[in-house]
């Protein structure tokens, strides 16, 4: 079973995840003071999905796997590592505003928004290609 997990920072600075698939009818969600935490409530919230789907008769799919879709702020909470200056120069993105997508307090627009993902695919592409000696 194939589950989208949508990943977004909410008003009160927490983070929660929510997705369309269900097992009979139960839903899927998790929420928590980091990404880290959300994904592993909701990955805990599956797996008692499909354990009282069980438990009610319906056959649950025997393996299931996650595809995590995230805005901006759950991006940079999850992937820490990342230099938020670094990158909004990387991107060519003014740094006070990625700051501000960073926390939430601002959201990019469209354009915007596919220069960051461009910005993150080709960052992933050199990671990828890069060896060491």
Do not use: C, H, W
């Not at 698939?21 to 592993?40: I, L």
């Not at 438990?55 to 909470?77: A, C, H, L, W």
């Amino acid at each position: 079973m194939q589950i989208v997990a949508i990943i977004e920072k909410g008003p009160d600075g927490y983070y929660s995840i929510r997705s369309e698939q269900k097992v009979g009818r139960y839903f899927f969600g998790g929420y928590g003071e980091s990404v880290k935490a959300a994904k592993e409530d909701f990955v805990v919230s599956v797996r008692e999905s499909l354990d009282a789907a069980t438990k009610e008769g319906t056959v649950p799919p025997s393996s299931f796997d996650i595809s995590f879709k995230y805005d901006i702020p759950s991006f940079f909470n999850y992937f820490d590592y990342l230099n938020v200056s670094k990158f909004a120069e990387f991107a060519g993105i003014n740094e006070s505003r990625m700051r501000a997508y960073k926390s939430g307090l601002a959201y990019p627009g469209e354009k915007t928004t596919r220069k960051i993902m461009k910005a993150i695919e080709t960052i992933g592409r050199e990671i990828s290609a890069a060896r060491f000696a």
